[in-house]
C-alpha cells in the first residue's frame, strides 16, 4: 500500500541518523528545531485553550451534542496550526542545514558527492536556500489562507480540521522532499510536478511528519528524520526516472 510505504521512509530517515557518519550534520538543525518547537509549545498553552473555548461557545446550540468530537477536532487542527508555523519558520532558518544533512545522506546511500564537502558550502548555499524557501511560502499561504475562510464559514467548518490535515501533510511532502531534488537540480516546478505523480505514496510520507509533529519531545526530532526520510524517498522513487526540466 502507497500510504503505508510513504510512511516507511519517515522510520528509515530515523534508522538513517543514528549512523555515525551523519551525526554531526544532525546536531545543528535539530538544535535550530528545539528552541522553535519549544516556542511554538509555549504559544500553544498560553494561548490557544482559551481561543478554543470561545470557539466551541459559539457554537449553535444544535450541535452541543458533539461538543467533544468538536473539542477533539479543533485540538488537532490548532495544535497542527501552531507547530505547522514553527515548523516553517524553523525550517526557512535551517534550510542550508537542512540542504546539507539531505546532501550527506545521499552520498551515504548512494556514494554520490554532491560536492558538500563542509559546513563552509552551507555560506554559499544560503541564497539559493532563502530563494527556494520564498518559493514554498508563495505555494503555501494563498491555500492556507483559502483554508482559513472555509473555517470561519458555519457548516463548512465542520469539515475544516480535516481539509487542514490532508494540506497539512502535503505541506510536509514538499518541504522535506524539496531538499534532496533542490540538491539534484530540480526545480520546485518540476518537483510540484513530480511528487504529484505518486500522491498517495508522499501523502504517506508526509502524514507521518505530520503526526511526529504532534507527539511531544518526538516533535523535536522531526526536522531531520523528514530530511533523511525524504532524501531516501527521493533516492528510491525518483532518482531513476532522471527527472529534467
Known amino acids: 500500500m502507497k500510504l503505508v510505504k510513504g510512511f516507511g521512509y519517515l522510520l528509515q530517515g530515523a534508522r538513517l541518523l543514528l549512523h555515525p557518519g551523519l551525526r554531526l550534520f544532525v546536531l545543528l538543525p535539530l538544535l535550530v528545531n528545539i528552541i522553535m518547537f519549544a516556542v511554538g509549545l509555549v504559544v500553544l498553552i498560553s494561548f490557544v485553550g482559551g481561543w478554543m473555548g470561545g470557539v466551541v461557545a459559539w457554537l449553535p446550540e444544535w450541535m452541543s451534542g458533539i461538543t467533544s468530537v468538536l473539542w477533539f477536532l479543533f485540538t488537532i487542527f490548532f495544535g497542527m496550526t501552531v507547530f505547522f508555523g514553527f515548523n516553517l519558520l524553523a525550517n526557512f532558518i535551517a534550510a542550508p542545514l537542512n540542504g546539507l544533512l539531505a546532501e550527506k545522506v545521499q552520498l551515504h546511500l548512494t556514494g ?69 531534488m533542490d540538491n539534484n537540480g530540480l526545480s520546485f516546478r518540476k518537483m510540484k510536478r513530480s511528487l504529484s505523480q505518486q500522491r498517495l505514496l508522499h501523502l504517506g510520507f508526509g502524514g507521518g511528519v505530520s503526526l511526529l509533529l504532534m507527539v511531544p519531545l518526538v516533535n523535536f526530532f522531526a526536522m531531520p528524520i523528514a530530511v533523511a526520510g525524504a532524501t531516501a524517498l527521493y533516492v528510491n522513487e525518483h532518482e531513476a526516472l532522471n527527472i529534467v526540466d
Open 112 to 180: 554520490q558527492d554532491l560536492g558538500a564537502t563542509n559546513f563552509g558550502s552551507i555560506v554559499a548555499s544560503i541564497p539559493r536556500s532563502v530563494g527556494r524557501e520564498i518559493s514554498k511560502l508563495t505555494y503555501y499561504l494563498p491555500r492556507i489562507l483559502l483554508l482559513l475562510v472555509l473555517t470561519l464559514i458555519p457548516g463548512i467548518n465542520v469539515v475544516a480540521p480535516g481539509l487542514w490535515i490532508l494540506f497539512g501533510a502535503w505541506m510536509m511532502v514538499i518541504q522535506y522532499v524539496d531538499y534532496p
